[in-house]
């Protein structure tokens, strides 16, 4: 069992509450017992869980709606298992809607995990997506600095000379000048 596997259940053993589905779903080796648990009525929000991560995992994509639900979900835990899998499934579907939950100014609270994943992804949606997130924070008194701050670490790790405008509007700005300095080092020479 690997790190976000062994995390995923921990976290969920207290909500499932003693279930013996819990151990059926973690146990399993049967992708259509997990797709059952994903799609069957009235299923507890962490047994669907459970079964799109580890469909995900399996590269099954039949979880690839429910992981991008819960990749925009208030539970930052749920968001982290949720990229997990997404990266894993490899859907060429997970950019776009990577990029559209981060860049959606609404959902800016729940971004962080979008803007992580879209860094992983490093897929042609993945600069431009974080290019207007990033600029959209720069307002004065924004409250989001941390996912503001994803995204100049990720433009960074990208690479891309595009970024270079952002990333140097973003230098005045005290949470985000240190790591936007060292992203424009990480850019291509101009």
Do not use: K
């Amino acid at each position: 069992m690997d790190e976000e596997s062994r995390s995923l259940t921990d976290r969920l053993r207290g909500e499932a509450g003693g279930s013996p589905l819990f151990g059926r779903l973690l146990a399993t080796q049967d992708d259509e017992e997990l797709a059952a648990a994903l799609t069957g009525a009235g299923q507890p929000l962490w047994a669907r869980e459970i079964a799109a991560f580890r469909l995900g995992c399996h590269g099954d994509r039949r979880a690839f709606e429910a992981l991008v639900l819960l990749l925009n979900h208030r539970d930052p835990e749920r968001c982290v298992s949720a990229a997990h899998a997404l990266l894993l499934l490899a859907d060429p579907r997970t950019p776009r809607a990577a990029a559209a939950l981060a860049t959606n100014p609404l959902r800016t609270a729940y971004a962080l995990h979008p803007v992580r994943l879209l860094t992983a992804l490093r897929a042609p949606e993945s600069v431009p997506a974080l290019i207007t997130t990033l600029y959209r924070l720069l307002a004065p008194a924004e409250p989001h600095w941390r996912v503001a701050l994803a995204c100049v670490e990720g433009l960074g790790t990208l690479g891309d000379d595009r970024a270079r405008p952002v990333l140097e509007a973003a230098l005045p700005h005290p949470r985000l000048g240190v790591a936007a300095a060292e992203a424009l080092g990480r850019l291509p020479a101009g």
